[in-house]
């Protein structure tokens, strides 16, 4: 290797380390690969029905899509600060900022049900039409996993009161980061292929 | 810690990961029963119906025949057999079968069934080729 | 052996090597009746040596997991089992439960037997692989229940450990699961749906967490990798095989009148079933790799290789090949499901009963393996039994195909009979790849009472 910056080097050298457990990484990739197969049933779906699903694309809601867009995303950069203080050993940061996460989760949840209120209330299901069954089967298996990132991150925010982590021991905490930003990295290709693409 | 695996993590997510694919599945099942309703016909359902599934039970055709595709592969699928041979057709055909069997060819036994039991048995039939099952099978034949 | 009470798995192998035979007997007669459709008619007719031969596949598959798991808590906790002579009355009640039963199927017409045993107080029996009556099913519960009371007791005695805990999920799940088979509601779509939740969650959810704990203690006890590395890679395989297999029952909720969603939840989640499998092929052969010992038991790794193999390819590729809801929807109910039926219990549930039994009874009659002339006859029988069951797989897969394309594909489909008849000579060949299976089980039996010099632990 070059000796050309210490930035690079430094940044080759954070590469190598996967952060986070090898085992939550096979979760992921397992959770990644189902979504990767329901989102190429919905694109090749599509293709065959494109008026139909540009129709009932109209129906959603995108502007409570893009504030749950912008909930997520929020999330996730404070569960990174929350691992970066868990590096300098700040342990008021981290649970202050995993507490943040989760309460952006929280939001999502929130909106989430007032979007499906509305749909529910209208008397739409997963057997309503096919576009619909993508809808309601995409967003709510993503929305259980929502949920299942907050119960990740309240042990997180449990332990991290006990001050379990830290620079010494950030397994954990990485861990439940590495899953958090993949719910979150779902929702962004989620949103974009069910609510806007046309 | 570079490369860390670890088995408590591993095992947290084993039970964390198996809970949570159990209660999506309690909530598809769930969403499953609020729409059945308007596909199995349960409207339907007459003692007549409940007296020829029990027939069909206590005599364990499923150990030969299909229903809906789900059985033994031995004789034809009868979900829609009404569709085939008609009311009187099927019962003809259930008490016409010679008690030794067809030389040389599969056999169905003979049940010796009242003409009560054989109208409750074709009710049943007709109430499962009622159910709306997706179009399957693909064509009459089954 | 390591713990005196763990003698009591060998009563439970041996009454699982006795049923497996007649399985197989019974599955030559149904064969040869694919053919001579008159053949023991009206004596057995076909439904009923198919209850025998399903039946007894089910109950030998429990004798077996049973005497394993007698054989292995001990030695994963560490203590004595908490009652040897429980386990010992339990073996009796099951083994005469299930002898009665299959008397009662072979000697009384169903009907009568149904009304003989109470069938009319919880109408219960009928229903595919759950055709036993009352009493046995309510034997199987309390012969369940008291094992896993003896199981757990045990365990909470002494050590916990990870394979144990797997094992113990599995069984009760096998146990939590087997109470659907009790309801029976007057609504067909309703009763086949709960029909599943026993027998989708036993083979593609719990049982493959009993399959997972066995295949990683034997593999701990012959290869000598440690524990550590073997019990977490089990909790990933055993994580990936539920958070498939439990969506994955979806596959089974295509055409029985359940909402058109299954057939995408189904297809999607099922298409990842074969991960785990081949999770556990790839965890077998490394593990095997990385051995730090030379076992003496030979064929017990051999099986334990196999049974990874098999799984991946019955349970796997032949699951595989008609799940996705649009090839199912041609293949439904046809010889394709018998042909992944057959590759996929005998390559994940009969194998891995076969090697756990490889494994132990050496022990348990007193030697860490058996002799060389033994372990040879075993390793013949071990490839003659799996060689003949790709055999019928791919036969009855050739008859599958044949006949999805002359029922329900062909511009002209015929009659159920008549594409029966056209495919007689795949049947006939099935039937000579099963007589070959039964040579390899005669071969399998005769390992047992060859002698020679056994083999020293090295």
């Known amino acids: 290797m070059s000796e050309s910056s210490p930035i690079t080097n430094q940044a080759a050298a954070s590469t190598k380390r996967l952060p986070g457990d090898l085992a939550i990484w096979f979760f992921i990739m397992a959770e990644m690969v189902a979504f990767a197969v329901f989102f190429s049933a919905y694109a090749f779906t599509r293709a065959g029905h494109v008026e139909m699903f540009n129709l009932y694309q109209q129906t959603l809601d995108r502007n409570l899509g893009a504030l749950n867009t912008v909930l997520l995303i929020t999330g996730s950069w404070f569960i990174v600060l929350a691992v970066q203080a868990a590096h300098r050993d700040d342990q008021k940061a981290i649970s202050r900022n995993i507490l943040l996460g989760f309460l952006c989760g929280g939001g999502f949840l929130a909106v989430k049900i007032i979007e499906y209120s509305a749909k529910f209330g209208a008397g739409i299901s997963m057997s309503t039409n096919t576009f619909y069954m993508f809808y309601i089967s995409l967003t709510f298996f993503h929305f259980m996993h929502v949920i299942l990132g907050m119960v990740i991150l309240a042990v997180l925010w449990f332990q991290s009161r006990k001050g379990v982590y830290g620079s010494h021991d950030a397994n954990g905490l990485e861990s439940g980061a590495a899953y958090w930003h993949m719910v979150d990295l779902l929702w962004i290709v989620l949103f974009p292929l069910v609510y806007v693409m046309r | 810690m570079s490369g860390a695996f670890t088995k408590s993590m591993a095992r947290n997510i084993f039970y ?17 029963h609020s729409q059945l309703p308007k596909r199995d016909m349960r409207q339907n359902i007459t003692p007549q119906v409940i007296e020829g599934k029990k027939l069909w039970e206590v005599n364990n055709c499923i150990g030969c025949h299909t229903l809906m595709g789900e059985g033994a592969y031995f004789a034809p699928e ?30 169905m036994p003979q049940f010796n069934f009242t003409d009560e039991q054989l109208n409750a048995i074709v009710a049943f039939l007709k109430h499962v080729n009622s159910i709306n099952d997706a179009n399957w099978p693909p064509n009459d034949q089954g | ?16 090597i006795g049923l497996f035979v007649g399985q197989i007997l019974f599955g030559l007669i149904l064969g040869l009746q694919y053919v001579l459709g008159d053949f023991l008619f009206p004596a057995i007719p076909f439904n009923v040596a198919r209850m025998v031969h399903t039946n007894l596949l089910i109950v030998w598959l429990l004798f077996g997991f049973m005497g ?45 037997l149904a009304a003989m ?24 519960v309390v012969v369940a229940l008291a094992f896993l009371f003896n199981l757990t007791m045990t365990m909470l005695k002494g050590k916990k450990t990870a394979i144990a805990m797997v094992l113990m999920i599995g069984l009760w799940g096998l146990a939590v699961f087997f109470l659907f088979s009790f309801y029976n509601p007057v ?38 990798v440690d524990r550590e590395v073997i019990e977490k890679w089990l909790y990933v395989i055993v994580t990936l095989t539920l958070i498939s297999g439990i969506i994955g029952t979806g596959h089974h909720y295509f055409w029985i009148g359940t909402p058109e969603y299954w057939q995408w939840w189904g297809s999607i989640f099922s298409a990842l079933e074969p991960i785990p499998f ?42 595989f090949l008609h799940t996705l809801a649009p090839v199912n929807y041609y293949t439904h109910g046809t010889q394709i499901t018998a042909a992944h039926g057959h590759m996929a219990f005998y390559g994940a549930y009969a194998m891995v009963n076969l090697m756990m039994i490889s494994y132990a009874m050496p022990i348990l009659r007193g030697r860490a393996a058996n002799s060389n002339k033994s372990q040879v006859l075993e390793m013949w029988s071990f490839w003659l039994m799996t060689i003949a069951m790709v055999f019928i797989t791919l036969f009855l897969t050739a008859a599958g195909i044949l006949q999805v394309w002359l029922q329900r594909v062909s511009d002209t489909p015929l009659p159920f009979m008549v594409a029966q008849e056209k495919i007689q000579l795949f049947y006939w060949m099935r ?16 390992s047992f009472f060859v002698g020679g010099e056994e083999e020293k632990a090295k």
Request: hydrophobic share 50%.
């Open chain 2, 78 to 107: 009868l979900g829609n057999v009404i569709v085939r041979y008609g009311d009187e057709g099927v019962k003809a055909f259930i008490k016409s079968r010679p008690k030794d069997g067809i030389p040389g060819r599969r056999s």
């Open chain 2, 16 to 32: 964390g990961g198996t809970v949570f694919f159990f209660l999506l599945f309690l909530a598809l099942s769930f969403d499953t």
């Open chain 3, 187 to 224: 609504n067909v779509v309703l009763d086949k749906f709960f029909w599943w939740w026993t027998v989708h969650l036993w083979v593609e959810g719990v049982w493959e967490l009993i399959l997972g704990s066995f295949l990683a203690f034997v593999l701990i006890k012959t290869t000598g």
């Open chain 3, 431 to 446: 039937e000579w790849a099963g007589v070959a299976f039964l040579i390899g089980l005669i071969v399998y039996i005769t």
């Open chain 3, 68 to 112: 394993g798991a007698y054989f292995m808590i001990p030695e994963e906790s560490e203590t004595e089992l908490f009652s040897p002579k429980l386990a010992l009355a339990m073996f009796w009640i099951f083994l005469v439960a299930g002898a009665l039963t299959i008397v009662g199927y072979l000697t009384v017409p169903y009907a009568t």
């Open chain 3, 117 to 140: 045993t109470g069938n009319n107080l919880i109408e219960t029996m009928g229903r595919e692989f759950l055709e036993q009556p009352l009493p046995t099913k309510l034997g199987i």
């Open chain 3, 1 to 16: 052996m390591q713990f005196k009470s763990q003698a009591v798995a060998k009563p439970y192998f041996i009454a699982a």
């Open chain 3, 278 to 319: 081949f999770g556990m092929t790839v965890f077998a052969f490394n593990m095997v790799n990385r051995r730090r010992r030379e076992h003496p038991n030979k064929a017990a790794v051999l099986w334990a290789l196999g049974t990874g193999v098999m799984s991946f390819l019955g349970a796997g590729v032949w699951g």
